[in-house]
T-cell receptor, first 113, second 114 residues
Framework: DVKVTQSSRYLVKRTGEKVFLECVQD?????MFWYRQDPGLGLRLIYFSYDVKMKEKGDIPEGYSVSREKKERFSLILESASTNQTSMYLCASSFVSVADTQYFGPGTRLTVL | AQTVTQSQPEMSVQEAETVTLSCTYD???????LFWYKQPPSRQMILVIRQEAYKQQNATENRFSVNFQKAAKSFSLKISDSQLGDTAMYFCAFMKRTGNQFYFGTGTSLTVIP
């Protein structure tokens, strides 16, 4: 079974703090993704990576950065957390082949006070 | 740009009954893939079913089936013999054949009533 894990299920941070969200997958997937999920807005892509050290901006990259130093790990960084970044963050991974299924992690619910 | 629309924010169905969730999308692509994902309460998102646009036959997975109307750009999900475990948020998603990016709808929250 594919396993995608995220470092925390719940996280509370203060405005201005630097926040790291970690995602690890164990299936040797090339692609990894970070989404945020908000009620009424569905899932919106923040960043994705198709290889180590490679990254592409998604639809809402502002205020976020990412790091992929190893194939199995994809980190989302909030350089200076703000209250409007309070959300559920979902990580996903997939093989690079056409239309392969994305496998999701359990999500991290981040609250920024 | 691709957009995916789910016009039913919430739905409910009696246990053992059938329910249909609607999804429409907008694209100028001819080759693409469509997906339905399920997110149970406090649990991980999982794939329910997927459809390849070049296939005319509607995809089926046990109690889940789709009605894919390419000309109308419609991709509805039918759940037969609904079970309590079907209670979840359901997301419709689109992916271009040549891309890696998924485009998700806003979701439909389905409640199965005992």
């Amino acid at each position: 079974d594919v396993k995608v894990t995220q470092s925390s299920r719940y996280l509370v941070k203060r405005t201005g703090e630097k926040v790291f969200l970690e995602c690890v997958q164990d299936m040797d997937h090339e692609n990894m993704f970070w989404y945020r999920q908000d009620p009424g807005l569905g899932l919106r892509l923040i960043y994705f990576s198709y290889d180590v050290k490679m990254k592409e901006k998604g639809d809402i990259p502002e205020g976020y950065s990412v790091s992929r130093e190893k194939k199995e790990r994809f980190s989302l960084i909030l350089e200076s957390a703000s209250t409007n970044q309070t959300s559920m963050y979902l990580c996903a991974s997939s093989f690079v082949s056409v239309a392969d299924t994305q496998y999701f992690g359990p999500g991290t619910r981040l609250t920024v006070l | 740009a691709q957009t995916v629309t789910q016009s039913q924010p919430e739905m409910s169905v009696q246990e053992a009954e059938t329910v249909t969730l609607s999804c429409t999308y907008d694209t100028s692509e001819n080759n693409y893939y469509l997906f339905w994902y399920k997110q149970p309460p406090s649990r991980q998102m999982i794939l329910v079913i997927r459809q390849e646009a070049y296939k005319q036959q509607n995809a089926t997975e046990n109690r889940f089936s789709v009605n894919f109307q390419k000309a109308a750009k419609s991709f509805s999900l039918k759940i037969s013999d609904s079970q309590l475990g079907d209670t979840a948020m359901y997301f419709c998603a689109f992916m271009k054949r040549t891309g890696n990016q998924f485009y998700f709808g806003t979701g439909t929250s389905l409640t199965v009533i005992p």
